[in-house]
């Protein structure tokens, strides 16, 4: 595939100017529309509520179930509900003001609130034409991905640095935006399936290409001698569609997506979207998220405005900026109190390294049905750089909880602007290399100097599955002898047989201190590491080992009764439990 084609993409905190309008932009490149005087009683809202419905939250899952046990609630009706969370979406009468609608349901005992659903968005603006480009772009052969020296963002963040300790093999990042498309040629390696909350099926094909590209920032696939590369192309990849063919979505839908993306066992959650204004289920669905442990990365908003968008601005997020080719800060790009840091997001109006196109960010999606790699740019396009770094945290032991992978990513970005913090840039430009190091560092996996090649193959540890066995690293040729040689994460693909006997699991121990619960095990064989609560989803470790750790981020006073199993290379599984940890 040869196109490189520009386009914008400028998603947050801007209101389109109502339902009917943005049905009739097929583009989906709405205007700002005006702030409504009080977005959760006004029934127009100039466009910031999905007509007719009505989010309620009750006091608790009780009080939603002798809720439900009335034959209606206050002349509406349940379209919806959140498995985890006292959440219902709720449809009011045609015609009815929903103000009124919205009186009716607070005064109800069981009902703590109940507001409009909010829009959210995936906003660009217009996408720039450029002519096709060259198969092969500057330095290709150094990145082995034809296009790579195009993606100055790549260099601008280090991120072959990172590589030379993870590329984040272990670790599951939730793309929730407009799904993610599998059809390119250069699609990430770890995408799986996933959800589709808009539809309300598991198919969570892209429609729109907004989600492919931000897939593609966060775990393209690399050294495969085809198109560009991912910031941790070794991640599991797990779309949730949440927004429309048009960019355009509700509050009630992300936290379904941000719940079920939980329940799976995301490590990391990344959304290229957002809206001026709050809402009560979003912001309870990413706290769910971050009460799970996972970390919650948010794009800051793009009307350059002093203060974040939502749900940037919700603490339990780590928001961010965007930056240029130069290392300033986007004039798009939000600032304010509560920014953590600054990524590349491009600037399509300039050609500031002077390759003969504009300075977007590169990645492979589609436009109007066709594939190739497009320049996009956004504070969407910024925030899943910080995504895949986060997911590279993760694999590397950071297992500590948001608030670890926060302090991880600022104290090793790097500072520009005033200097120390300040609401323009946050903590500084995010830098993967040294990110890296630091979070080997606190997941005890070392620091300092950098990771080292131990068994003189010529691949670095952080490459390389077996440091001690010069026969075992990236290139080598698998041999059937039970190890997986080539480092690819199947252990002798190619010998033929089959095997039929599943790992046997041995040694169950779990402890806990604080907010964190620890869980081991091991089997008589390589396999993948998984854990099963009940009531609280699943979290799985792609890591084909026989000494199984996984650590979850808990709630310190909670009883949890869980599962462990693990699956060897030829698909057979085995469990055990239930077992039941307590405070």
């Given at each position: 595939?040869?196109?490189?084609?520009?386009?914008?993409?400028?998603?947050?905190?801007?209101?389109?100017?109502?339902?009917?309008?943005?049905?009739?932009?097929?583009?989906?490149?709405?205007?700002?529309?005006?702030?409504?005087?009080?977005?959760?009683?006004?029934?127009?809202?100039?466009?910031?509520?999905?007509?007719?419905?009505?989010?309620?939250?009750?006091?608790?899952?009780?009080?939603?179930?002798?809720?439900?046990?009335?034959?209606?609630?206050?002349?509406?009706?349940?379209?919806?509900?959140?498995?985890?969370?006292?959440?219902?979406?709720?449809?009011?009468?045609?015609?009815?003001?929903?103000?009124?609608?919205?009186?009716?349901?607070?005064?109800?005992?069981?009902?703590?609130?109940?507001?409009?659903?909010?829009?959210?968005?995936?906003?660009?603006?217009?996408?720039?034409?450029?002519?096709?480009?060259?198969?092969?772009?500057?330095?290709?052969?150094?990145?082995?991905?034809?296009?790579?020296?195009?993606?100055?963002?790549?260099?601008?963040?280090?991120?072959?640095?990172?590589?030379?300790?993870?590329?984040?093999?272990?670790?599951?990042?939730?793309?929730?935006?407009?799904?993610?498309?599998?059809?390119?040629?250069?699609?990430?390696?770890?995408?799986?399936?996933?959800?589709?909350?808009?539809?309300?099926?598991?198919?969570?094909?892209?429609?729109?290409?907004?989600?492919?590209?931000?897939?593609?920032?966060?775990?393209?696939?690399?050294?495969?001698?085809?198109?560009?590369?991912?910031?941790?192309?070794?991640?599991?990849?797990?779309?949730?569609?949440?927004?429309?063919?048009?960019?355009?979505?509700?509050?009630?839908?992300?936290?379904?997506?941000?719940?079920?993306?939980?329940?799976?066992?995301?490590?990391?959650?990344?959304?290229?979207?957002?809206?001026?204004?709050?809402?009560?289920?979003?912001?309870?669905?990413?706290?769910?998220?971050?009460?799970?442990?996972?970390?919650?990365?948010?794009?800051?908003?793009?009307?350059?405005?002093?203060?974040?968008?939502?749900?940037?601005?919700?603490?339990?997020?780590?928001?961010?900026?965007?930056?240029?080719?130069?290392?300033?800060?986007?004039?798009?790009?939000?600032?304010?109190?509560?920014?953590?840091?600054?990524?590349?997001?491009?600037?399509?109006?300039?050609?500031?390294?002077?390759d003969g196109y504009t300075d977007g960010v590169l990645q492979e999606t589609f436009d109007r049905g066709t594939w190739g790699y497009y320049f996009m740019d956004g504070t969407s396009m910024a925030a899943p750089h910080v995504a895949g770094a986060a997911a590279i945290a993760v694999a590397l032991g950071a297992t500590g909880g948001p608030e670890e992978v926060r302090e991880i990513l600022s104290v090793s970005a790097r500072d520009i602007g005033a200097a120390g913090y300040d609401t323009t840039s946050g903590h500084g430009i995010l830098d993967v290399g040294t990110m890296a190091a630091a979070a080997a560092a606190a997941g005890g996996g070392g620091g300092g100097g950098g990771p080292t090649?131990?068994?003189?193959?010529?691949?670095?540890?952080?490459?390389?599955?077996?440091?001690?066995?010069?026969?075992?690293?990236?290139?080598?040729?698998?041999?059937?002898?039970?190890?997986?040689?080539?480092?690819?994460?199947?252990?002798?693909?190619?010998?033929?047989?089959?095997?039929?006997?599943?790992?046997?699991?041995?040694?169950?121990?779990?402890?806990?201190?604080?907010?964190?619960?620890?869980?081991?095990?091991?089997?008589?064989?390589?396999?993948?590491?998984?854990?099963?609560?009940?009531?609280?989803?699943?979290?799985?470790?792609?890591?084909?080992?026989?000494?199984?750790?996984?650590?979850?981020?808990?709630?310190?006073?909670?009883?949890?009764?869980?599962?462990?199993?693990?699956?060897?290379?030829?698909?057979?599984?085995?469990?055990?439990?239930?077992?039941?940890?307590?405070?």
């Amino acid at each position: 595939m040869s196109l490189l084609a520009a386009a914008g993409c400028l998603e947050e905190g801007m209101a389109l100017p109502g339902p009917a309008t943005a049905g009739a932009d097929p583009d989906g490149w709405g205007g700002p529309g005006p702030e409504p005087a009080d977005p959760r009683l006004d029934p127009v809202l100039s466009g910031h509520a999905v007509p007719g419905q009505i989010v309620v939250r009750y006091r608790d899952i009780e009080g939603r179930k002798r809720a439900r046990s009335r034959a209606t609630l206050h002349g509406t009706r349940e379209l919806r509900a959140l498995r985890s969370l006292p959440f219902e979406l709720r449809a009011v009468e045609p015609g009815e003001p929903l103000e009124d609608a919205v009186r009716r349901l607070s005064s109800d005992p069981d009902v703590l609130s109940a507001e409009p659903n909010a829009r959210v968005y995936a906003l660009g603006m217009e996408r720039l034409a450029e002519p096709a480009g060259t198969e092969a772009g500057p330095d290709a052969a150094a990145g082995g991905d034809a296009h790579r020296g195009y993606q100055w963002h790549m260099d601008q963040i280090g991120v072959e640095d990172g590589w030379a300790w993870s590329r984040g093999s272990g670790a599951t990042v939730a793309v929730v935006d407009t799904g993610v498309n599998p059809d390119g040629e250069d699609t990430p390696i770890g995408l799986i399936a996933g959800r589709d909350v808009v539809g309300g099926d598991d198919d969570a094909r892209d429609d729109n290409g907004h989600g492919t590209h931000v897939a593609g920032t966060i775990a393209q696939a690399s050294d495969n001698g085809l198109g560009v590369v991912g910031v941790a192309p070794d991640v599991t990849l797990l779309p949730v569609k949440v927004l429309d063919r048009y960019g355009s979505g509700s509050a009630y839908d992300v936290a379904e997506g941000i719940e079920w993306a939980v329940d799976q066992g995301a490590d990391v959650i990344n959304l290229s979207l957002g809206a001026s204004s709050s809402s009560t289920v979003e912001q309870q669905a990413i706290r769910y998220a971050y009460d799970h442990g996972a970390v919650v990365i948010a794009a800051s908003g793009n009307s350059g405005a002093g203060q974040l968008d939502y749900p940037a601005r919700y603490s339990e997020t780590i928001s961010v900026g965007a930056t240029r080719v130069d290392e300033s800060v986007t004039s798009y790009s939000n600032r304010g109190t509560g920014l953590d840091l600054v990524a590349p997001g491009g600037d399509t109006g300039v050609d500031q390294d002077g390759d003969g196109y504009t300075d977007g960010v590169l990645q492979e999606t589609f436009d109007r049905g066709t594939w190739g790699y497009y320049f996009m740019d956004g504070t969407s396009m910024a925030a899943p750089h910080v995504a895949g770094a986060a997911a590279i945290a993760v694999a590397l032991g950071a297992t500590g909880g948001p608030e670890e992978v926060r302090e991880i990513l600022s104290v090793s970005a790097r500072d520009i602007g005033a200097a120390g913090y300040d609401t323009t840039s946050g903590h500084g430009i995010l830098d993967v290399g040294t990110m890296a190091a630091a979070a080997a560092a606190a997941g005890g996996g070392g620091g300092g100097g950098g990771p080292t090649d131990a068994d003189g193959d010529g691949h670095d540890a952080g490459a390389d599955c077996d440091d001690s066995d010069p026969a075992v690293h990236p290139g080598a040729t698998e041999t059937c002898d039970g190890v997986d040689d080539d480092c690819d994460g199947t252990v002798d693909e190619g010998c033929g047989g089959e095997d039929g006997t599943p790992p046997v699991i041995t040694g169950v121990t779990v402890g806990r201190a604080g907010g964190r619960m620890r869980v081991r095990w091991t089997t008589d064989e390589p396999a993948d590491s998984a854990i099963a609560f009940t009531g609280y989803g699943s979290r799985t470790q792609a890591d084909l080992v026989t000494s199984h750790q996984l650590t979850l981020a808990i709630r310190p006073s909670q009883t949890y009764e869980f599962w462990v199993s693990s699956t060897d290379v030829a698909g057979n599984a085995s469990e055990a439990g239930p077992f039941v940890s307590a405070p």
